[in-house]
């Protein structure tokens, strides 16, 4: 791996500060309590800590040697946000469909969005063409996430705003 492709995933990975904060608000909202992955920096008003492990995760990628499958691990991290938001307008003209919503999405058919379902098979289509190498890296940190969340959760006390045990 070339200098030039670590310094490029350093500036890539880390590209939207809000991203990291957005990730954490909602561990926060599972939680009930901020963590430090939340906590803001005073001077530059930046997630400081997200910042960090961001960078930490996307140069430990580009370490391995190609900057495309960073870029590949972020779109696969990308359209599994895609999929888990049109899985979930799907499932809600099932499970609330008596719900006033700030939006349409028409047309349909029957209760199905014909929209979302279109969105996830351009999913899964974008999806054959990513390197496996990119979607293994994909599903181990989706892994690492869900049992640290499920480690948090199941060791949080006092939970001032979270849900109900």
């Known amino acids: 791996m070339s200098f030039a492709s670590l310094i490029l995933a350093v500036m890539v990975v880390p590209h939207d500060r809000d991203v990291a904060a957005r990730a954490d608000r909602i561990v926060e909202m599972l939680d009930g309590r901020p963590t430090f992955l939340g906590r803001v920096q005073a001077r530059f008003q930046t997630p400081d800590a997200a910042i960090a492990l961001s960078l930490a995760i996307g140069a430990g990628i580009a370490l391995l040697g ?20 049109n899985l979930s307008l799907i499932a809600l003209r099932f ?11 028409a047309p349909s058919v029957g209760k199905v969005p014909l929209i979302p379902v279109l969105a996830l098979g351009s999913i899964a289509f974008m ?3 990513l390197e496996i190498e990119a979607i293994a890296i994909g599903f181990v940190i989706v892994a690492v996430g869900a049992v640290a969340t499920t480690v948090g959760m199941a060791t949080s006390t006092g939970r001032p705003n979270g849900p109900p045990r």
Do not use: C, H, M, Y
């Open 66 to 85: 190609d900057i495309g499958l960073v870029a590949q691990s972020a779109n696969f991290a990308i359209f599994l946000g895609f999929v888990a938001v």
């Open 95 to 105: 499970t609330q469909p008596e719900v006033k919503r700030p939006f349409r999405l």
């Open 127 to 129: 999806t054959t063409n």
